[in-house]
């Protein structure tokens, strides 16, 4: 299978991980946890059967930022499967897209780079698209749902995967699958005493649905996906990679209309535009700027 085909892949079932997860009967904490462990299992097999072996100096090297971003990763799931619970999963995939935004905004001060004014532009844009989004009683027509929470939480996990952006940019010496890899497994050794302190983790009356969905979620739509995604890259182009990735938030709008009914207002699709298209115009910026070899990135 082509690196394309095995992105487009990728993208199709990250999009659908919201449909999932509103079926499983646990807790965001229970689903992450199970998430982490069963997903870097599959990894750890697959790492094993391709006879990869990371370097053990790299891996002490960068433990501290290896085991802080695995934490990050947890709680950017817990918050993300928060938001799929409290609004629809076009809201929350939306919200979450906001990541790149929060790059932006750190950048200039984490990673000493220079805030041009296109990317004040593409802020601007995306704020604009969020307040949009954040509209009062339009979405879904269910009436127990609380959007603006879910779209808060949303954010909150969109800021934690930005940190895990930035974090790896400090990784060295270590592969993208290397680097999931160990911070999946960090994830579920984070997230294992806090589960624990609350009591979770009871399966007692669990359904065969959920038993199902949380297993495809760990081996299909993080395991196999991961592993999917960091073999197509090597063969793809930074430009290639950054327009497929947009497959994942649109695919997720569709799905949700298609299998929960869901439905967004004009004025939100509109917010749903500014923001995607302002994360794709400053990722195609980075990639010109790369291109350029004038990275201030450390």
Avoid at 89 to 115: C, D, G, Q, R
Avoid at 184 to 203: C, D, E, R, T
């Amino acid at each position: 299978m082509k690196g394309k085909m095995r992105l487009v892949i990728t993208m199709l079932i990250f999009g659908s991980i919201g449909l999932f997860v509103k079926n499983i009967d646990l807790t965001s904490s229970e689903i992450a946890f199970l998430r982490g462990v069963i997903g870097s299992v599959f990894l750890l097999l697959a790492s094993l059967l391709i006879k990869h072996k990371p370097s053990m100096k790299a891996l002490k090297e960068n433990a501290v930022l290896l085991l802080v971003s695995g934490a990050a990763i947890g709680l950017n799931w817990i918050f993300l499967f928060e938001s799929y619970r409290y609004t629809t999963i076009s809201n929350a995939t939306i919200s979450y897209y906001f990541a790149p935004v929060f790059v932006m905004i750190l950048a200039p001060w984490v990673l000493k780079e220079k805030l041009t004014a296109s990317k004040i532009v593409c802020i601007i844009l995306a704020m604009i698209g969020l307040f949009l989004i954040v509209n009062p009683g339009s979405g879904s027509a269910d009436s127990s749902a609380n959007h603006t929470l879910g779209i808060t939480y949303g954010l909150l996990a969109a800021a934690l995967y930005a940190s895990v952006i930035l974090m790896n940019k400090f990784i060295k010496n270590l592969s993208g699958f290397e680097i999931t890899l160990i911070q999946l497994m960090a994830a579920a050794l984070v997230l294992l005493p806090y589960i624990s302190w609350k009591g979770q983790l009871n399966f007692t009356g669990l359904n065969s649905t959920s038993i199902v969905f949380i297993l495809i979620l760990g081996i299909i739509h993080t395991g196999l996906a991961y592993f999917l995604y960091f073999t197509s890259i090597q063969e793809l182009k930074g430009q290639t990679i950054a327009v497929l990735s947009y497959i994942d938030p649109i695919s997720a709008v569709i799905f949700a209309a298609i299998f929960l009914n869901e439905s967004m207002t004009w004025i939100q699709i509109i917010g749903g535009i500014l923001i995607l298209g302002s994360t794709f115009i400053s990722e195609k910026l980075e990639l010109k700027i790369k291109k350029n070899g004038q990275t201030t990135t450390t």
